[in-house]
């Protein structure tokens, strides 16, 4: 019982530091619809580094890093996906055109694509959100931007991050805020930067690609995981003002961040969280080589960004399994079972077309463990809140690997 106490201290104090700071950095997601996201279970946060150019406004606002953030609050699990800035996708109004241009003309339209009081950061978060939802076929529940100052200043307030180089980087053309260039170059091995370095090093992309920037992208984002986690969750939650302070004006989220299930669960994410097991994915030739260039723009192969996307969701153990799952209703609420299926499938899970179970009275979800798939069924059990049992259901015909059975339990569920 006393060791409980300095745990709900800090997370009392978490909530206090947080709710506090949190006001000015959170705003109301702009797009009508956005995915739900009940307590508890996993989401996705679309990260995007904002290239401002406050001193030459007529180049505009742009997107120059979209990372998708998957946070699995049960499993304590972190995985990265980046899309590079040329990706090319289908953006309303426009047509075929790079992915980074949706923030940029959010950001402009935001009042003619989202209302009269939307924000211009609003705007763009919800354009940008809505584009790569559409190409990974992925829910976006939240958005986060922040820009170079932002991003620097929180390195910095961490006392710099330590970035194992893996090879000599020389880049003679890395943009300089006025719009000029500098050359600037990295040894191999580990060193200890500071934000402008950090920075530069996460930015380059002459020396080798957008794909190498990419991957020194999320280097330096489980470079930020391991500082703060190497303060513990009271020097973490203690942290909290300076990094509100650091961000004041470079950050703006629609994540809910005083939200009491919010904050837990990140909490719980931090406090078990390895920087080295932070899951790392991209588009990029040697996970989807079937691409092809169009000029400046990628054209990526659907199937193999849907492979890749399903990597990045897959939970270990799960995906060695390879199980079939299928979904049947057992409540008498119409199209419960199809939603759920598609909330699994975004998960990660290979799903069958829902059906109807042989009753319509189940109180409680079940998950039925039919082939000896233990760690698929304990995955679905904890995301559902349901018990596990053996075999198959009374009275159905077994086709696939795990079959959840819903009760009222999921059906009171928004």
């Known amino acids: 019982?006393?060791?409980?106490?300095?745990?709900?201290?800090?997370?009392?104090?978490?909530?206090?530091?947080?709710?506090?700071?949190?006001?000015?950095?959170?705003?109301?997601?702009?797009?009508?619809?956005?995915?739900?996201n009940p307590p508890g279970t996993a989401i996705n946060i679309l990260l995007i580094g904002v290239d401002e150019r406050p001193d030459n406004p007529q180049e505009g606002v742009r997107s120059d890093t979209l990372?998708?953030?998957?946070?699995d609050t049960i499993g304590r699990r972190v995985s990265l996906l980046s899309v590079p800035r040329d990706t090319r996708v289908e953006l309303r109004d426009i047509?075929?055109?790079?992915?980074?241009?949706?923030?940029?003309?959010?950001?402009?339209?935001?009042?003619?694509?989202?209302?009269?009081?939307?924000?211009?950061?609003?705007?763009?978060?919800?354009?940008?959100?809505?584009?790569?939802?559409?190409?990974?076929?992925l829910p976006i529940h939240y958005t986060a931007q922040?820009?170079?100052?932002?991003?620097?200043?929180?390195?910095?307030?961490?006392?710099?991050?330590?970035?194992?180089?893996?090879?000599?980087?020389?880049?003679?053309?890395?943009?300089?805020p006025d719009f000029g260039t500098v050359r600037v170059e990295f040894a191999p091995g580990p060193q200890r930067m500071d934000g402008a370095r950090a920075l530069m090093y996460a930015r380059t992309r002459h020396a080798d690609s957008d794909f190498g920037r990419s991957e020194r992208q999320q280097q330096v984002i489980r470079a930020i995981v391991a500082e703060v986690r190497a303060r513990g969750s009271l020097g973490a939650v203690l942290l909290a003002p300076a990094l509100g302070t650091a961000l004041d004006g470079a950050f703006t989220t629609t994540l809910p961040l005083a939200r009491p299930d919010m904050?837990?669960?990140?909490?719980?994410?931090?406090?078990?969280?390895?920087?080295?097991?932070?899951?790392?994915?991209?588009?990029?030739?040697?996970?989807?080589?079937?691409?092809?260039?169009e000029g400046s723009d990628i054209i990526w192969d659907?199937?193999?960004?849907?492979?890749?996307?399903?990597?990045?969701?897959?939970?270990?153990?799960?995906?060695?399994?390879?199980?079939?799952?299928?979904?049947?209703?057992?409540t008498g609420v119409v199209g419960l079972a199809r939603r759920i299926s598609g909330d699994l499938e975004s998960a990660g899970f290979t799903?069958?077309?829902?059906?109807?179970?042989?009753r319509s009275d189940v109180s409680r979800t079940v998950?039925?463990?039919?082939?000896?798939?233990?760690?698929?069924?304990r995955r679905l059990a904890a995301l559902l809140n349901a018990e596990i049992r053996r075999g198959p259901p009374e009275g159905v015909d077994p086709v696939v690997d795990v079959i959840v059975v819903l009760g009222s339990d999921v059906a009171t569920v928004p």
Do not use: C
Request: charged share 15%.
């Open 1 to 36: 019982m006393l060791a409980t106490v300095p745990l709900v201290a800090t997370i009392g104090l978490g909530y206090w530091q947080l709710a506090s700071i949190s006001a000015p950095l959170v705003v109301a997601d702009a797009r009508p619809f956005p995915p739900l």
């Open 67 to 71: 990372i998708v953030v998957h946070l």
């Open 95 to 137: 047509g075929p055109t790079k992915i980074n241009v949706a923030y940029g003309y959010g950001y402009a339209a935001a009042t003619d694509l989202y209302g009269a009081t939307t924000t211009p950061a609003q705007g763009g978060m919800a354009l940008a959100a809505d584009t790569v939802g559409q190409f990974l076929d």
């Open 146 to 176: 922040v820009n170079f100052d932002g991003f620097a200043r929180v390195i910095d307030t961490l006392g710099g991050v330590t970035i194992d180089v893996p090879r000599p980087i020389v880049d003679d053309a890395y943009p300089t």
């Open 263 to 293: 904050l837990l669960g990140l909490g719980w994410i931090a406090a078990g969280l390895d920087p080295d097991a932070v899951g790392q994915y991209r588009l990029a030739p040697d996970s989807a080589p079937n691409f092809r260039e």
């Open 302 to 330: 659907p199937a193999e960004v849907r492979e890749v996307v399903r990597d990045f969701l897959a939970v270990p153990g799960v995906a060695t399994e390879a199980a079939r799952v299928q979904v049947l209703n057992g």
């Open 351 to 358: 799903v069958v077309p829902a059906a109807d179970a042989p």
């Open 367 to 377: 998950v039925y463990d039919v082939s000896g798939k233990p760690a698929t069924a």
